[in-house]
């Protein structure tokens, strides 16, 4: 049954591996199970509540990935878009949280309706192969500097960053997980990622550095903020500004992501094209109606997803795995909480188990340096634009932008014109009024 649903053997993938990739990518993702609450009780929500919608819409949105599209990939409530739901709708603009739902699901209907057009679907078509090979790199680049920050390596200070203080407990031992990682891949050990996960938390809890929280707990009751957008106050011109900013946030996010991710795991053809395509966006774009019903921000795709990819994980299958841990995390967040939690020390928190982990997904996203056009300016200086502006941005979007903007304008002043589709030069222009109006 599950050979006919998800074509393993096609794919090169087995049961097991499916569920070590499964399993890998919801450590990497279910830190949002934590943060979300915190993000959106500052917009004066329930956050036991919050807690459960977030693991039942990721867990649902999830699922229909796997089943629907057949994708390895991780779905829950995107980062960006929350913090944007929360302190610039409801506390910067006073908008009450009933009604920035209604916002967030009405940008949730525009996604389905340009996916099920195939418009969404036109435009990663439109994305020309060396700025495809340049996005996994900068997802890598992306994944990897969230590693070092989680792991303490590099720290934020006055708006630039430095090196963290390497006599943290937990960046030490942070930094052996890393060793032991990379040392299990370079023996070809097979499930590396997660046995070096597994082994960085047993040494680190004899050591204090990572705490055991329990297992099981009952869960808080979902009624607060179960169906409580209010889409009749969203339908506002005045509201037209957010809608629209959800929606080229969640679009060109996932665009990014779908691309960084089929990249890695080898799913694009010779022709620069994504076979069902559709369906993964279509199961992205349902994703966020969900959360909305379930009380939460924009549901997307995750990059984290790569983790699970990195580990073997080729199929629908993957995700069905990474959707029912969702849904166990319900009953068993103490025991979550044990495996992502951080450790403070000085007045800095390192995350020791997990950041190992996009460190090494990210080195291994770099390997797609090589199939970037180096040879011709007009294609590797957007390439680079792209690489660098993911990460110094923190904004996958934004190095979407930065590469659109800059292939399009290298093309026609240099008389090749020819080269770029309508469709990107349309892409281009949409930056240049996001950046110069949103």
């Not at 009751?221 to 409580?228: A, G, H, I, Q, W």
Request: net charge positive; charged share 15%.
């Amino acid at each position: 049954m599950l050979e006919r649903l998800f074509s393993l053997s096609e794919r090169g993938t087995t049961v097991r591996a499916e569920l070590r990739a499964g399993t890998v990518t919801f450590l990497s993702m279910a830190y949002i199970i934590a943060i979300q609450p915190i993000i959106l009780s500052q917009a004066g929500m329930d956050p036991g509540a919050v807690m459960v919608g977030t693991c039942i819409a990721s867990a649902i949105a999830t699922l229909i990935m796997g089943l629907y599209a057949n994708y390895p990939i991780g779905l829950a409530p995107g980062m960006g878009e929350n913090f944007y739901f929360s302190y610039t709708l409801v506390r910067g603009k006073g908008i009450p949280w009933r009604t920035a739902l209604g916002i967030v699901f009405l940008s949730g209907a525009a996604f389905l309706g340009v996916s099920l057009l195939r418009v969404r679907e036109k435009i990663i078509n439109a994305i020309p192969r060396s700025l495809k090979n340049a996005i996994a790199v900068g997802i890598g680049f992306f994944i990897a500097m969230l590693g070092l920050k989680d792991a303490g390596f590099i720290v934020l200070q006055k708006g630039a960053l430095s090196l963290g203080n390497l006599r943290h407990p937990g960046t030490v031992l942070a930094g052996a997980g890393l060793v032991i990682i990379a040392v299990l891949m370079a023996r070809r050990v097979r499930g590396a990622i997660f046995i070096g996960m597994l082994a960085t938390f047993l040494l680190g809890l004899p050591l204090g550095i990572v705490k055991f929280h329990g297992i099981i707990s009952k869960p808080p009751s979902l009624s607060p903020v179960l169906f409580k957008m209010d889409i009749k106050a969203a339908l506002s011109l005045s509201f037209l500004v957010p809608i629209l900013a959800f929606f080229i946030m969640d679009m060109f996010d996932t665009i990014g992501t779908l691309i960084g991710i089929a990249e890695q795991a080898g799913f694009i053809d010779q022709e620069g094209r994504l076979p069902g395509m559709k369906r993964a966006l279509v199961a992205d774009s349902a994703g966020t109606l969900i959360g909305t019903a379930m009380g939460n921000s924009t549901v997307t795709s995750y990059i984290e997803s790569a983790t699970g990819v990195a580990e073997g994980g080729r199929t629908g299958l993957t995700a069905v795995f990474v959707s029912l841990y969702f849904f166990l995390a319900i009953f068993f967040y103490p025991f979550i909480k044990s495996l992502i939690g951080g450790y403070r020390w000085g007045g800095s928190v390192v995350y020791p188990v997990t950041s190992p982990v996009l460190i090494i997904v990210g080195a291994m996203m770099f390997a797609n340096v090589r199939k970037m056009n180096l040879e011709d300016p007009t294609e590797y200086i957007p390439s680079l634009l792209t690489v660098l502006g993911m990460p110094l941005t923190m904004s996958i979007s934004d190095g979407l932008g930065f590469g659109f903007i800059s292939y399009t304008l290298l093309k026609l002043l240099s008389g090749r014109a020819r080269e770029v589709s309508l469709t990107l030069y349309i892409l281009a222009l949409v930056f240049v009024l996001k950046f110069a109006f949103l």
